[in-house]
């Protein structure tokens, strides 16, 4: 069993940061893959970024791709998502996602994870 407790969420202006913590309650964090999604107000939940269990590879969506930083830290069992340069349409409710072992073959799609935080809210203002 993998519990999750996302945490740094906020209201920022736009070209503003923000750094998202996912804290993970698992014996070996480290064989754990992560990701993140985002679901805003009327949209279906979609694809962020996601990273390997070693850290080595990280895959991003296309709209944050250059903007956002996914990274982890297995010695304290912490994923993070570091958010620059945000816009108004990145605003929604970011949630962490994991799944035991590997990277699934389909990253951006939700049935890979199997596991599932409560999410943090992020706003943008204009």
């Known amino acids: 069993q993998v519990q999750l407790v996302e945490s740094g969420g906020g209201l920022v202006q736009a070209g503003g940061s923000l750094r998202l913590s996912c804290a993970a309650s698992?014996?070996?964090?480290?064989?754990?893959?992560m990701g993140w999604f985002r679901q805003a107000p009327g949209k279906e939940r979609e694809f962020v970024a996601a990273?390997?269990?070693?850290?080595?590879?990280?895959y991003y969506a296309d709209s944050v791709k250059g903007r956002f930083t996914i990274s982890r830290d297995n010695a304290n069992n912490t994923a993070y998502l570091q958010m620059n340069s945000l816009k108004p349409e990145d605003t929604a409710l970011y949630y962490c996602?994991?799944?035991?072992?590997?990277?699934?073959?389909?990253?951006?799609?939700?049935?890979?994870?199997?596991?599932w935080g409560q999410g943090t809210q992020v706003t943008v203002s204009s």
């Open positions: 990273i390997s269990w070693s850290g080595e590879d990280a």
């Open positions: 996602a994991a799944r035991l072992g590997a990277l699934g073959p389909n990253i951006n799609s939700l049935a890979d994870y199997y596991y």
């Open positions: 698992v014996r070996t964090f480290s064989s754990v893959a």
